[in-house]
Nanobody
């Protein structure tokens, strides 16, 4: 069974950068849509970015809050999906999770229906504060 492990969180000042990693236990991620989500204290989990590779392509998608600042990428050889976060703001603070699903494709529906996603990591904490 696929397992996901996130890392790379930490404390960073506003305007700073972090790169999160999500390592998968499966030998290939080719058939999964992988997403990054976050949950701030007292708030609902929200989608940040996702990517599908159905058909051999790489199709990233971003929440409006992440566009222009965050970049998702994947290294299939390392079974790893990254989230490069630049220009961090205090409102980016939260627990960041990666998730994977073999049925739902990356996009707004994937973000809205996160409760249906099949596999989740344990999360990594990002704190943006001066």
């Amino acid at each position: 069974q696929l397992q996901l492990v996130e890392s790379g969180g930490g404390l960073v000042q506003p305007g700073g950068s972090l790169t999160l990693s999500c390592v998968a236990s499966e030998f290939t991620l080719d058939y999964y849509a992988i997403g990054w989500f976050r949950q701030a204290p007292g708030k609902e989990r929200e989608g940040v970015s996702c990517t599908s590779t159905t058909g051999g392509g790489f199709r990233p998608d971003y929440a409006d809050s992440a566009k222009g600042r965050f970049t998702i990428s994947r290294d299939n050889a390392k079974k790893t999906v990254y989230l490069q976060m630049n220009g961090l703001k205090p409102e980016d603070t939260g627990v960041y999770y990666c998730a994977a699903d073999r049925i739902l494709e990356c996009g707004s529906y994937y973000f809205r229906n996160y409760r249906r996603l099949g596999v989740w990591g344990q999360g990594t904490v990002v704190t943006v504060s001066a």
